[in-house]
């Protein structure tokens, strides 16, 4: 058992990352001081509650733990304000009070729509992240939580750090390949923004990384959580320097929300946004050497990195605009250097992401 | 014009209290070094628009500021999550970006829904209160911003302070008549819980509150955000301390819940609260005087203090069990213990609640 710290002074928390954490989570709960006299509420969805939730809620219980559960719709549809106040519900109804746990039993859905339950629960209660995906491991550090909102996606949140992150790694052996690929997606997004060792480290474990090999699988997670929180602790609310972790987010959210949500799992959506990012920078002047080494190291993945014909420019950028990331009429674009190496540019013109879209779409007619 | 300081360390602001302030708005903006490249969002209802929504807008934009709107209807309803994410679409679709203003021009109820607003939208942005109410005085200190949830109130909400307070007294000579009344009820609470000499100014001086008197209305509204902001200093989210503030709110918001936030304005809910909570005191010990005073001081205002005869008790108490301040399984009150001194109490039984109900229906026949 791994266990990575997030230090973020009086916020800080533990990360536990290993196998059989599940069954030991009314022990992490009790090391954690947290109380028995207060209802605990685990959120999580369809697809992980047949597997998991009697696990979880029986481990809680065999601890004295009060328990109720909620489950949602599996998948991205589920992040609306209206699922959001469905869980408030639940929580009201199971008694929950100022200091009981809320509990996200899942992946990245369950863990925005969860933590901003907890964020918005009496004004804050404490958030316990229990990742069931690897995609998870990214959002599972850095406390953003947050619904969609119609028009754009995570637009209704806030900043809320769990009280520990249980990462128990059994759980992954259950994931669909698609979800598999899509979620080591972001892993392969730390290597590129922040450690060339460790991007090098995915390109060469590939296959390792998808048969799920318990070791290459720990290690693999353990250098994303930590790539991650060190950036999250230099600027956990996005001031500067975290934008970085934003690495083919802008074209990515994007896809996704002219997708419906739908379309694309969020890693398969920035996979194709970081092959984009790296387009723009080519564009700019970098080697062109930097879009094929990213493209390949995806496409190692069986990750998407060209842009599917059916997809309106027009509407892709659109969508852009709506995102947070465009601030006083710019757009904020996290471009790379090197591999391993990212810059923050606010200039990148709306034809610029045009040509690239067009041409991503072009490289999608040569497969 | 007086100005109070919230502190509150890095999130410390100051509340300007005085007349001709929202023609200033801009100048305050410029002030505070508010950006003029990101548009601002004015929330108001509609009681307000019509009165002072072109002036803001007008002085806003005369310094340089881009300035959308959303009007939402009067009254507590539009605490609701439904109208939440129609102010986000306004806000989504007006292109605000992080660095954006959310303006609250209103009382509390704009106050509370334009900072959940402020809160939430991009994880956070910030927010600027223009209180028109006297009610607003309360809400416009401490950063508790939060909607409704069907079940109960506040339920779904942020700690989030504002960057400052623009406290227009001239608005207040636009109150109707009830809405004075229920607005000076938190001014008397902020007496009753920390002020003797403040609880006893406002009994001598009813009339001249009433009429709006600027002079006693300004030293007043100063009085009561100061005690409020001295309690918030010490104890910013509600740990222990903050809890005094809940004088009659435990009863007062269980009226509200019951009366589908229609029947009884805020004040006048806690007025009965406090009324109901003196007598709890005496029934517990405390000389009968101080409910006789306290009924006197809020009967003076011509604010209610009997139990309507139709409200169920069962409904009452089911009501305060879904409140924030039913904290493992116990009611946390607040009790008198002599004019301008309170404690907190946490065995107070449902019984005596349920018996002080009673006697509080008595009291209102005999009237």
Chains 1, 2 share one sequence.
């Not at 392969?188 to 390109?203: E, M, N, R, S, Y």
Request: include cysteine; aromatic fraction near 6%.
């Amino acid at each position: 058992m791994r266990t990575l710290n997030v230090d973020l002074g009086e916020r800080s928390y533990p990360i536990y990352i290993g196998g059989g954490l599940l069954d030991k989570a009314g022990e992490y709960f009790e090391q954690h001081g947290l109380t028995k006299k207060s209802p605990v509420l685990i959120v999580t969805d369809t697809n992980v509650a047949p597997l998991y939730l009697i696990k979880v809620e029986g481990a809680l219980s065999d601890s004295g733990y009060t328990v109720v559960s909620k489950i949602v719709k599996s998948g991205e549809k589920s992040k609306s304000l209206q699922v959001f106040e469905e869980v408030m519900t639940t929580a009201i109804e199971g008694g929950l009070d100022r200091r009981s746990v809320v509990v996200a039993l899942g992946g990245g859905v369950v863990g925005d729509l969860a933590g901003y339950v907890a964020a918005a629960y009496m004004r804050g209660v404490t958030f316990v992240q229990m990742p069931t995906t690897i995609l998870a491991h990214d959002s599972s550090v850095g406390g953003k939580v947050a619904v969609n909102h119609p028009l754009a996606k995570n637009m209704i949140g806030a900043f809320h750090q769990p009280e520990m992150v249980l990462y128990d790694v059994d759980t992954l052996q259950s994931l669909p390949d698609r979800e598999v690929r899509a979620g080591l997606s972001e892993m392969i997004k730390h290597g590129l923004i922040w450690d060339a060792a460790f991007a090098k480290w995915c390109g060469e474990h590939t296959q390792d990384l998808l048969n799920l090999d318990p070791e290459a699988l720990g290690y693999g997670l353990t250098m994303g959580c930590s790539v991650k929180a060190k950036v999250v602790s230099t600027d956990e609310t996005e001031q500067g320097l975290r934008a970085i972790l934003n690495l083919g987010h802008t074209i990515g959210h994007a896809l996704e929300a002219i997708g419906g949500y739908g379309e694309f799992l969020h890693g398969e959506a920035i996979s194709i946004g970081m092959a984009a990012a790296a387009l723009i920078a080519v564009n700019r002047g970098r080697d062109r050497e930097l879009y094929n080494e990213t493209v390949k190291l995806l496409q190692g993945f069986g990750l998407p990195t060209v842009m599917p014909n059916h997809l309106d420019e027009n509407k892709i950028i659109s969508a852009m605009m709506h995102d947070k990331k465009f601030k006083e009429n710019q757009i904020v674009f996290i471009l790379p250097v090197s591999i391993g190496k990212v810059e923050i540019v606010s200039d990148v013109k709306l034809e610029e992401v045009v040509s690239v879209i067009r041409e991503l779409k072009k490289e999608g007619q040569h497969v």
